[in-house]
């Protein structure tokens, strides 16, 4: 029976068996391998400038029954499960990108972003 070599005994000299020690600690990517992130300007974006999203500013939410809805009309109140002052949901195309405050600008309702939430998938 022939025996398969462990990963120890292994000859050290084919790239597939690298042993760990032979990087020090502090050894990172190579210069070379580094992204041009940091050198990317808004005009790198200019092909998605015309891309529709759909933005919604979500002030509460409630449940209703179909009766209860039907019943609604000019003048009603319907409660929210927020409170005054409570910072409302910001979503981009259906996912929830940041957090933000009621403002009033020119007589029109507005909304002044106070918090960006970089994983809006797994936000609540």
């Known amino acids: 029976m022939s025996e398969t070599p462990d990963a120890d005994t292994a000859d050290a000299d084919t790239p597939e068996h690298l ?12 210069p070379e391998a580094q992204t041009d992130e940091e050198y990317k ?13 759909n933005i919604s500013a979500v002030l509460g939410r409630a449940s209703l029954s179909v009766a209860q809805l039907l019943q609604l009309g000019q003048g009603s109140v319907l409660e929210l ?6 910072a409302i949901d910001i979503y981009v195309n259906n996912r929830l990108v940041a957090r933000g405050e009621v403002v009033i600008v020119d007589e029109r309702l507005g909304v002044t972003m106070t ?3 970089k994983d809006g998938d ?3």
């Not at 300007?41 to 999203?53: H, M, Y």
């Not at 499960?81 to 409570?86: A, P």
Request: aromatic share 6%; charged share 30%.
């Open 81 to 86: 499960d927020r409170k005054v002052g409570e």
């Open 19 to 30: 042993k760990l020690d032979e990087f020090a600690p502090g050894d990172g990517p190579l």
């Open 41 to 53: 300007t808004a005009t790198d974006l200019a092909p998605v400038f015309d891309v529709p999203v």
């Open 115 to 117: 918090e960006i939430i």
């Open 122 to 124: 797994n936000a609540a």
